[in-house]
């Protein structure tokens, strides 16, 4: 289930390395890496892949330096990227249960079905759902903001209550028109450029930029459960080091 221009999987490392503990992170920065050689991790599973296509690997530029680092520091790296965003409890369940239009009785719905697996089941890279009490903008945004961990937010509020809302983690901004289609008042993704917030106003829809990474971060604790429980004889932790990068002053 990822894009077609997606690197997933098994990037770095030996394969017959034996693991007893493992880093959960959504990065692999130089501070991840870091912190999986002081903590003895011997894999770091990511969100993001550490690199989508090589030339070379060298120590000469910066994603060549990280590789190197992990290879001799005898650390390995399995990433997941697209298929996360689109996999049932991934990353945009855990991003709909923040939103507050899941929980634990309740599931959104698909935003859209961007294709099917072999066993015929949908899969998608975006949720919508319904608060179970509206709100206004400035209340909501409250709330999304601590439940996000994020340091910031930035929005256009259409003046509209906050109801039915879409969310598409990360760069999601391509997917507005579905979310508009969908009779949605409010849109929740990340990476919005200045003229998707005109056609906000001008649609009339709240529109909310959570951040890349804090739209997607949430994720990172479901799989690191998910990882314990299924070897539970392996150590497994998640990343303090990787963090909100953006901030606001």
């Known amino acids: 289930m990822k894009m077609e221009h997606d690197n997933v999987g098994f990037l770095v490392g030996s394969s017959d390395s034996d693991v007893a503990k493992i880093l959960v992170s959504l990065d692999i920065t130089n501070d991840v890496i870091t912190e999986a050689l002081d903590t003895g991790a011997e894999l770091i599973v990511s969100h993001h892949p550490l690199f989508k296509t090589l030339n070379s690997v060298t120590d000469m530029d910066l ?3 990280k590789i190197v680092r992990l290879i001799s520091g005898g650390v390995s790296a399995i990433c997941m990227h697209t298929n996360l965003d689109a996999a049932r409890g991934g990353v945009n369940d855990t991003l709909a249960r923040a939103a507050g239009i899941a929980g634990e009785n309740r599931e959104a719905e698909f935003l859209f079905e961007e294709g ?3 066993s015929g089941e949908a899969f998608s890279y975006g949720r919508v759902g319904y608060l179970e009490h509206p709100c206004s903008m400035p209340e909501y945004l409250d709330k ?3 439940s996000l961990n994020a340091n910031g937010l930035r929005y256009h509020d259409s003046g509209r209550k906050v109801h039915k809302i879409a969310v598409v983690g990360g760069s999601g901004g391509i997917d507005f028109h579905k979310a508009v ?3 949605c008042d409010t849109f929740i993704t990340a990476d919005i450029k200045y003229s998707l917030f005109l ?3 001008e649609t ?3 529109l909310i930029d959570g ?3 804090c739209t997607e971060n949430p994720v990172m604790s479901i799989v690191a459960e998910k ?3 299924a070897f539970p004889g392996t150590d497994v932790i998640t990343s303090e080091r990787d963090n909100q990068t953006v901030m606001f002053y």
Do not use: D, M
Request: aromatic share 8%; charged share 35%; glycine share 16%.
């Open 199 to 201: 056609e906000a106003k």
């Open 181 to 183: 289609k969908k009779g």
């Open 144 to 146: 999304l903001k601590i």
């Open 227 to 229: 990882l314990q429980k």
């Open 204 to 206: 009339g829809i709240n």
């Open 116 to 118: 099917f697996l072999e």
């Open 211 to 213: 951040g890349h990474f």
């Open 63 to 65: 994603t060549g330096k």
